[in-house]
């Protein structure tokens, strides 16, 4: 971290009482919530904007005893989650995620889809899936909607996922490994620009890695779990050079509290 020469002044945002804060109520179509988050714009130099949300418990886990996210985030976490949905186009997700979180096909709900429109989104969000290997949970192929697969020329069940979920729902970026900016094109080329993602940790550090995550939503939950349990990042090394964010808010509910910050690009 870079050091100051006189230290830095410390802004209070809690309690909420301090500082005069608004407070959020919620609302059926959290259109208060969600404007809150709605100035994140595509940079001039890309084709989408992509935003990271991930929850963590106060000793940075990832997931509780049950190797789920389940465990570890609550309802404070859960409306943040929802209405980061509504301003997306897609969201993308590791397939780890989608076999461990046992992903579903999305539902906006109802009382989102005005909010959703207001934003200038579609009615319809999607998922996207990145895999090497294709596997990819039968209640998601099974789908009237099927995910969008992101994978590789090599995946051993190309051909499967073609016949199962169609072909032009098999997009090819890379030959071992997904290629993520190729990914992030494809999905632009079909008007996925407001891009969500989910996790896993796995994906999030390939796209951290890659310099391709504008924005970071992190939620932490007031446990201590212990454990060997994942981080937000997984990765083998460090990331050379390290990611500086910036805060845009920063939400309290109950002890639970959700954070929003800017990535600086390393390629301005
Ligand atoms: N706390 C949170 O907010 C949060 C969020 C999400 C998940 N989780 C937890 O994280 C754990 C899963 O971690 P994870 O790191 O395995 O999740 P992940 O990133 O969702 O999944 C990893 C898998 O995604 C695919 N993948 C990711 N990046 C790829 C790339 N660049 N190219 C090709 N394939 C790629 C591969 O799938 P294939 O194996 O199919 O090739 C890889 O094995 C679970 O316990 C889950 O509950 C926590």
């Given amino acids: 971290m870079p050091r100051h020469h006189t230290p830095p002044t410390l802004d209070v945002l809690l309690p909420t009482g301090h500082t005069g804060a608004v407070r959020l109520a919620p609302r059926e179509d959290e259109s208060e919530l969600v404007a809150l988050f709605a100035d994140a714009a595509v940079r001039p130099d890309a084709r989408v904007h992509v935003r990271a949300n991930m929850v963590s418990t106060l000793d940075g886990a990832a997931t509780g005893p049950d190797r789920r996210s389940g465990s570890i985030n609550d309802e404070a976490d859960h409306r943040v ?8 186009d897609v969201v993308l997700i590791g397939a780890g995620t989608a076999r461990t979180e046992r992903y579903e096909p999305l539902r906006t709900p109802d009382a989102l889809q005005s909010t959703r429109r207001a ?3 579609t009615d319809e969000l999607e998922l996207a899936l990145v895999t090497a290997s294709g ?9 009237a909607r099927p995910p969008l697969v992101l994978t590789v020329s090599a995946c051993p069940s190309l051909e499967l996922l073609r016949s199962r979920i ?3 729902r098999v997009l090819v970026a890379g030959d071992d490994q997904v290629d993520l900016p190729t990914a992030l094109d494809l999905l632009a080329d079909r008007g996925l620009v407001h891009v969500l993602t989910e996790g896993g940790p796995r994906l999030l550090s390939d796209l951290l890695a890659a310099d391709l995550v504008d924005e970071l ?3 932490w939950t007031p446990l201590v779990v212990g454990g060997p349990a994942p981080r937000a990042t997984r990765t083998d090394d460090w990331f050379e050079p390290v990611h500086h964010a910036r805060p845009r808010h920063l939400l309290h509910a109950d002890g639970t509290l959700l954070g929003r910050w800017v990535i600086d690009r ?3």
Avoid at 135 to 143: F, H, S
Wanted: hydrophobic share 50%; net charge neutral; glycine share 6%.
């Fill in 81 to 88: 989650f929802t209405a980061l949905r509504a301003l997306a």
């Fill in 119 to 121: 934003h200038g989104r």
């Fill in 135 to 143: 596997a990819v949970p039968e209640v998601l192929l099974d789908a």
């Fill in 166 to 168: 169609g072909p032009h």
């Fill in 217 to 219: 939503c992190l939620t």
């Fill in 266 to 268: 390393l390629t301005p």
